[in-house]
């Protein structure tokens, strides 16, 4: 069982890292709607690799396997589609978590990013360049205690 839930997370890391923006490239609301959807089907799919029991078991967190989704996400002013108020990689996060009983963890800054997209990017292009360690708002106490672990960032 534990191969086969890490071959299902290491599928669902794929799918959060690939549609991490999809809001991207929409158009509009009703493309960035229809490709969510499309990303929920992929990630049923995914559970489909487990045994009917094993799945149910992850679903309903009656397994011993912890899980946990720890994501960073950025919502407010994109490029394309205006203001969002929950970013891509946290609506997939969420998705992972209601399929796998993972427990979710938002990494943030302690000091929040600037809410317009082009000052956003710039400061974040800034941090990369300087290769800078920013202070975050809460910390996991410990990973010891998960079994698998989901990254998840804007790409």
Do not use: H, W
């Amino acid at each position: 069982m534990r191969n086969r839930l890490l071959s299902v997370a290491m599928f669902l890391v794929l799918v959060l890292g690939l549609t991490a923006c999809i809001g991207n490239n929409a158009v509009d609301e009703t493309e960035t709607t229809e490709n969510m959807q499309n990303v929920s089907s992929e990630v049923s799919d995914a559970s489909e690799m487990l045994s009917d029991e094993e799945s149910d078991a992850v679903t309903e967190g009656e397994t011993e396997t912890n899980i946990l989704i720890a994501y960073f996400s950025r919502a407010d002013e994109n490029y394309s589609v205006g203001v969002i108020e929950k970013g891509n990689t946290e609506i997939i996060a969420e998705m992972i978590s209601d399929q796998t009983g993972g427990e979710l963890f938002q990494i943030e800054r302690d000091t929040p990013y600037l809410e317009g997209y082009d000052e956003c990017t710039d400061e974040a292009s800034r941090e990369q360049a300087e290769n800078a360690r920013l202070e975050l708002a809460a910390d996991l106490e410990s990973i010891d205690d998960y079994d698998i672990i989901f990254i998840g960032y804007p790409i």
